[in-house]
């Protein structure tokens, strides 16, 4: 199932994220596009954007081609 493979390629995600003090939190998959929820430092960082297209959209999309984008919520 879709979101399980998301949920699964999130964990080597949130890994990183927590070294630095943030977390993800998978909000909904609608349409192949994953929503995501930015937490802790992420949520409030000005780079957040960054990090999510070039580090989180990118790997969901190696990890799982099928899905089209990443997008915060």
Do not use: F
């Amino acid at each position: 199932m879709l979101k399980e493979k998301v949920e699964k390629a999130l964990e080597t995600v949130r890994a990183g994220l927590k070294r630095d003090g943030g977390d993800i939190d998978l909000v909904e998959i609608k349409d192949n596009i994953v929503y995501v929820k930015l937490k802790g430092a992420c949520g409030t960082c000005p780079m957040s954007t960054l990090t999510l297209k070039n580090w989180v959209e990118a790997h969901l999309k190696k990890e799982i081609p099928e899905i089209k984008a990443v997008q915060a919520v």
